[in-house]
């Protein structure tokens, strides 16, 4: 199985200031067939399902604000929220779809500092 | 806008089994793969497994072999999640989940997820 891993495992950002959570896979994500990244990236609050912000590792689903912003290819990945609100406050996942093995990773959790 | 909507909550003995239901509405159901992802208390998000209704051929994680069964009821637009040998650490919520498009031979991102169903398993 492809084993993702996050870090870090938690961060702690001051309201309008860039949260930076950064996503591994242990083998490659990206199909040379298509120049894809099958990446995507989850946010969750309490109580509540997960929720898709980005999809092609960099691919803002609709209505997602466009603070979010997804990088990265092959192996490294990184969610970037540029301007911190009080609404981010929540858990990040992040997970591959490349394997039919799917995979998550362990989460970050997002908080006010 | 399709809806996932699944059954309520359960709680089962050691060594039971449970089902619980996904029923879609309002979209396309049968091209689409749906996965179950389950997510313990306190703990991250876990994919089981998935189905696409029209093949009907169900795709498990490793982990849950021999134990999780995947399948459909097309007439009604839903579909099932079996887990059987429950064991306390099986308690958990449950979620049902749609991929984003009905592209192949890969899966896709989930951008539609049911409301999940608590399963507690205790003696």
């Known amino acids: 199985d492809i084993v993702m891993t996050q870090s870090p495992d938690s961060l702690a950002v001051s309201l309008g200031e860039r949260a930076t959570i950064n996503c591994k896979s242990s083998?490659?994500?990206?199909?040379?067939?298509?120049?894809?990244?099958?990446l995507a990236w989850y946010q969750q609050k309490p109580g509540q399902p997960p929720k898709l912000l980005i999809y092609?590792?960099?691919t803002r689903e609709s209505g997602v604000p466009d603070r979010f912003s997804g990088s990265g290819s092959g192996t490294d990945f990184t969610l970037t929220i540029s301007s911190l609100q009080t609404e981010d406050v929540a858990i990040y996942y992040c997970?591959?779809?490349?394997?039919?093995?799917?995979?998550f990773g362990p989460g970050t959790k997002v908080d006010i500092k | 806008q399709v809806q996932l909507v699944q059954s309520g909550a359960e709680v089962k003995k050691p060594g039971s089994s449970v089902k619980v239901s996904c029923e879609a509405s309002?979209?396309?159901?049968?091209?689409?793969?749906l996965s179950w992802v389950r997510q313990a208390p306190g703990l991250g998000l876990e994919w089981m497994g998935a189905?696409?209704?029209?093949?009907?051929?169900?795709n498990y994680a490793q982990k849950f072999r021999g134990r999780l069964t995947i399948i459909t009821d097309e007439s009604r637009s839903t579909v099932y999640m079996e887990l059987s040998s429950l064991r306390s650490e099986d308690t958990a919520v449950y979620y049902c989940a749609r991929d984003r498009t009905t592209s192949r031979p890969h899966f896709d991102a989930f951008d539609v997820w049911g409301q999940g169903t608590m399963v507690t398993v205790s003696s």
């Open positions: 083998q490659n994500v990206l199909a040379s067939s298509n120049n894809k990244n099958y």
């Open positions: 092609w590792a960099s």
């Open positions: 997970q591959q779809y490349y394997s039919t093995q799917i995979t």
């Open positions: 189905i696409i209704p029209i093949f009907g051929i169900a």
């Open positions: 309002g979209g396309t159901f049968s091209s689409y793969a």
